[in-house]
């Protein structure tokens, strides 16, 4: 379900953010980033036991969630929360209601495999997604898949 904004929950409860670090490059809202003491860059799967941010739009710029980030502008990300319904862009594939993510390439989540950790579950519409499309998501506590 593509949306105006990233956060998906009430204004009133939204989450901590980050606002005083730069994009490291040209990134979209809506991918996950990692926080270092001056820069937001995009996370990878190496990433995994890091903390991750949800990379935001900049609403007081007028900023949607389709328009890029320039690199060395100021990023806004969110500190998720478990629980939390959040766009976050996907990896190409088909997704159903309740697939467990993981991190990808490109701060994209994507389905995971055995024994990987989950950062969140779908949670919108099933059907096939284009590598970079939103979709809604809900944070999970950061569980193991089971082993193969």
């Not at 953010?17 to 809202?29: E, F, M, Q, R």
């Amino acid at each position: 379900m593509a949306g105006n904004v990233i956060y998906r929950g009430p204004i009133k409860d939204e989450p901590e953010t980050v606002s005083d670090k730069t994009v490291a490059g040209a990134y979209l809202p809506g991918i996950l980033v990692t926080e270092s003491a001056t820069a937001l860059t995009v996370a990878t799967a190496s990433d995994i036991e890091d903390e991750l941010l949800v990379l935001s739009n900049r609403r007081f710029y007028d900023q949607d969630v389709a328009t890029a980030y320039a690199s060395g502008d100021t990023g806004v990300a969110y500190r998720p929360r478990p629980g939390e319904i959040y766009q976050i862009r996907l990896a190409a594939a088909t997704y159903a209601k309740g697939d467990t993510l993981t991190i990808g390439a490109s701060g994209y989540l994507t389905k995971t495999s055995t024994s990987e950790r989950v950062i969140a579950v779908f949670d919108d519409t099933p059907g096939a997604f284009s590598a970079g499309d939103l979709a809604d998501v809900r944070i999970s506590t950061g569980f193991l898949t089971a082993a193969a």
